[in-house]
């Protein structure tokens, strides 16, 4: 069965950094991109950033030159670093991974919450 899990949350003043990780279990598959997501009270979720294959990165306007995403290949691991952290940037974080393996899957993470205040 297909695990990813997620770790690095918590509770952080304004201009604070957190790390977060999500790593996916060996039955994954082939991964074809790994990436975050994150979804505050009453709003829709939202792509944070995603990283492909071939190490292309993408990025929510809102966090271009704040947050950095990063793999290590060998460990299925994807990890976004959050720099000068806002209050508007609290929310559920997701880890997500577009796979193949016998087909082509997108799974998700239980999420983590990332709380930024003073």
């Known amino acids: 069965q297909v695990q990813l899990v997620e770790s690095g949350g918590g509770l952080v003043q304004p201009g604070g950094s957190l790390k977060l990780s999500c790593v996916a279990s060996?039955?994954?598959?082939?991964?074809?991109?790994m990436g975050w997501y994150r979804q505050a009270p009453g709003k829709q979720r939202e792509l944070v950033a995603v990283i492909t294959s071939d190490g292309t990165t993408t990025y929510a306007d809102s966090v271009k030159g704040r947050f950095t995403i990063s793999r290590d290949i060998a460990k299925n691991t994807v990890y976004l670093q959050m720099n000068s952290l806002k209050p508007e940037d609290t929310a559920v974080y997701y880890c997500?991974?577009?796979?193949?393996?016998?087909?082509?899957?997108?799974?998700w993470g239980q999420g983590t919450q990332v709380t930024v205040s003073s």
């Open positions: 060996d039955s994954i598959g082939v991964i074809y991109s």
């Open positions: 997500n991974v577009d796979s193949w393996r016998s087909g082509r899957h997108n799974y």
